[in-house]
């Protein structure tokens, strides 16, 4: 806004916020339509991404472009991040316009049916040794619906001056071209190199967790300096999105080893190591960010584990011995119950630091009188 504009919102301001969000919601309604038709059953197109295929050019074709379009996507979001933070665009910002298109683009590829994990996540032949269980992704649905919720409001009028918003912005655009390069990777025609799609992954969470770095660091050591609003509608769906592509990231990791034919003492060890991997991670950012929200996610992760392991041990198909399977699903277990002790001291923590600032105003206000207060204020 101008300087010395009025921040009260017109109805022409509403007009373009609606509006944005009316333009995305049909853009993702025609975008999924057209990539339905491009990738219909029996198409050329479809059964490019759908057939296992060897190492050609082709596949590599995709997969240099899917990269190259990722490292472009970072060299802009540097050099023109301040550029997206400030700029005003039709009485709306450029960040709340590049947010909800950049979630639009990513609906439209993630409803495409053409990844591993389309139609054929759970059967027996695609368990590695650190696959959730099939109720674990359930989680994707409370995370896209949130986030949608949260690029309506942030596309609202009263949202243009937070800059808070405004900070997060590039890392959450970053994250969603990031999901949407994966799709491209996590298909059957490029099983022999699932390594880009761990690192589209990882990318996702890396992003994520630069947007969860403004929530947390500029926190006031007693109190939150961010309202409820900020805490529910914007760092609760990104702060489970990031932790989810975390353990993500890691299934992924366990999937190259399975698709590679590496030796099975290979793959049960590495599994073990992102199940301590998993936990360490979840227990450092708890600590250090004080958020037990994201330790939870990771939790919800690795009882994911623990349920995928309890179907391997009930699967007379899989080779892997049973005290091996146990052995991993206690694990799982133990951590999963760590994780859970270490995000209750942190809510306790919270509540001991709130419980002690409302202290100590109290006192403030019994020591001093009132008029020596407003002097001091």
Not at 166 to 194: E, K
Not at 229 to 249: D, E, I, K, S
Request: hydrophobic content about 55%; glycine content about 4%; proline content about 3%.
């Amino acid at each position: 806004m101008e300087p010395g504009a009025s921040n009260e919102a017109t109805w022409a301001d509403w007009f373009h916020s609606l509006a944005l969000v009316a333009v995305a919601g049909a853009t993702v309604y025609v975008g999924r339509f057209v990539m339905k038709n491009v990738f219909a059953p029996g198409t050329n197109m479809q059964s490019f991404f759908m057939t296992t295929r060897e190492l050609d050019s082709a596949v590599m074709g995709v997969l240099g472009s899917c990269v190259a379009l990722l490292l472009l996507c970072i060299g802009i979001m540097y050099r023109y991040a301040s550029i997206i933070r400030q700029k005003d665009i039709l009485r709306l910002k450029l960040w709340q316009i590049l947010n909800i298109f950049a979630f639009a683009l990513q609906q439209i590829l993630v409803g495409v049916n053409i990844r591993i994990d389309t139609g054929t996540r759970h059967t027996p032949d695609f368990y590695t040794l650190f696959t959730p269980a099939p109720w674990a992704f359930a989680i994707w649905a409370v995370i896209f619906l949130w986030e949608m919720v949260f690029v309506v409001w942030q596309a609202l009028p009263s949202q243009r001056s937070n800059n808070l918003l405004a900070a997060i912005s590039p890392y959450f655009i970053m994250a969603n071209l990031s999901q949407t390069l994966w799709c491209f990777a996590f298909c059957p025609y490029a099983q022999r190199v699932l390594v880009v799609a761990a690192c589209f992954l990882g990318s996702i969470a890396v992003s994520l967790s630069f947007a969860h770095y403004e929530f947390t660091a500029k926190q006031n050591y007693y109190r939150s300096s961010y309202t409820w609003q900020l805490w529910f509608f914007v760092q609760l769906p990104l702060t489970l999105h990031f932790g989810w592509t975390t353990a993500a990231t890691l299934v992924n990791s366990n999937s190259i080893l399975a698709r590679a034919d590496a030796p099975l003492y290979i793959q049960i060890a590495f599994s073990l190591f992102c199940l301590y991997a998993a936990a360490a991670i979840a227990l450092c950012l708890m600590f250090l960010r004080y958020d037990a929200v994201y330790g939870l996610t990771v939790t919800w992760a690795i009882w994911g584990v623990r349920g995928g392991t309890g179907l391997l041990i009930a699967d007379t198909a899989v080779t892997v011995g049973s005290d091996t399977l146990n052995a991993q699903l206690l694990t799982a277990e133990v951590l999963a119950y760590w994780l859970l002790l270490g995000a209750a001291i942190i809510m306790l923590l919270k509540l001991l630091r709130m419980t002690m600032y409302q202290a100590s105003l109290e006192m403030r206000n019994r020591v001093f009188p009132p008029f020596l207060l407003t002097d001091l204020e």
